[in-house]
């Protein structure tokens, strides 16, 4: 059973927790969203959808910020105990660094678990579908996404199209039109023009009624006027990507069956992020002791530079691997157990330099 100090010290952790993991989401959230903002204005994203994609990115992005939500709570947590010489109070009741880890490890334990299952089941849905909705909107990279006095993209050519006027039932008025060739530049001006379907699905006919068209080279006066009654144009929709062709994208059950290097790199990258949660936590505690005139943030230095290394070498070897330079028994791995030991020998040493105060009736 918990006793009053490990409950307290997990109240304070994981309260500074909550609020630091959900400043950082609305930070990212917040930067995301003028990404996603401007992906909507170029139609690589349908506007009905924005939140749901957010949503959905916000998911992913916890895979990042549990866990450093985590250390720099633990850090901030601490450096107030220590601050309000409440740690002191706890040492004299014999709460040392490594009790710490007793309430420490729930919190932990939880959030392992919980961002877990985050990084191996929902993040990869994540972001499958999210990869499923750009392509909807690519494949929809036509007139049913033009708005009235936008110039729009469309089709895989390099064109644009422009309506002073859009119908309900898609028909645009007062149109223009261009589109850039290796001869030239066609320029399409017409009173009407809609769009049709074809007998291949990837391939759209734009149709024109009522207009000129005039194709030439700028700055070259042999232009080619063409008046016509009606006229229409094919054009090819982007291709379609499969969802899950990228490794983030793929299930635990198709990483495990391929023998590709980049899957497995993107494996043991899932795998590792429960186990940063519980390294960072051995991390946390020798790396938050401070002395009461240090102040609150004295150990959040030096804990942003070991989190940075620390994610810095995992990238890096994720690369390594993904590039077949390591072993894959070796993998990710390795950075773990650097990590882990470099925090064991930090307890010993903040062990060795404190003399913890020693209960009534102790012996020698």
Not at 13 to 18: E, K
Not at 20 to 44: C, E, M, W, Y
Not at 161 to 189: C, K, M, P
């Amino acid at each position: 059973m918990a006793s009053i100090a490990d409950r307290y010290v997990l109240r304070e952790a994981a309260q500074t927790w909550f609020a630091v993991t959900a400043v950082l989401l609305l930070i990212l959230v917040t930067n995301q969203f003028a990404s996603v903002l401007g992906d909507a204005a170029a139609s690589r994203l349908p506007k009905d959808a924005l939140l749901q994609v957010m949503a959905l990115t916000s998911l992913q992005y916890l895979t990042i910020l549990i866990p450093v939500g985590l250390f720099l709570s633990i850090l901030l947590a601490l450096g107030r105990l220590y601050r309000d010489s409440e740690m002191y109070a706890l040492m004299a009741c014999g709460v040392g660094p490594a009790r710490l880890y007793r309430p420490l490890a729930m919190l932990a334990g939880t959030l392992a678990a919980l961002v877990g299952y985050i990084a191996l089941v929902v993040a990869p849905g994540a972001a499958a579908e999210v990869r499923r909705i750009a392509q909807e909107a690519r494949s929809r990279s036509d007139l049913s996404v033009m708005e009235a006095g936008r110039f729009v993209s469309f089709g895989q050519a390099d064109a644009v199209v422009y309506a002073e006027s859009v119908t309900r039932d898609g028909h645009l008025h007062n149109v223009f039109v261009q589109r850039r060739h290796d001869s030239g530049v066609e320029v399409i001006v017409a009173a009407e023009a809609w769009q049709e379907l074809t007998a291949d699905a990837d391939v759209r006919m734009l149709t024109f009624a009522d207009g000129r068209r005039y194709e030439g080279e700028p700055g070259q006066p042999n232009f080619r006027i063409v008046e016509f009654r009606r006229h229409g144009i094919p054009y090819s929709l982007p291709s379609r990507i499969d969802v899950a062709d990228k490794p983030e994208s793929r299930s635990i059950a198709a990483l495990l069956a391929s023998g590709d290097p980049a899957d497995r790199a993107e494996l043991q990258w899932r795998l590792s992020v429960p186990v940063m949660v519980v390294v960072l936590t051995l991390l946390a505690v020798p790396l938050g002791h401070s002395s009461p005139r240090q102040g609150r943030y004295a150990g959040l230095r030096a804990g942003v530079l070991v989190y940075i290394t620390y994610a810095n070498l995992l990238g890096a070897a994720r690369v390594w691997l993904e590039r077949g330079k390591l072993p894959p028994l070796l993998g990710l791995w390795w950075v773990h157990l650097l990590f882990a030991a470099v925090a064991l020998l930090l307890l010993a040493a903040r062990n060795g330099r404190l003399r913890w105060p020693r209960r009534a009736g102790a012996t020698p």
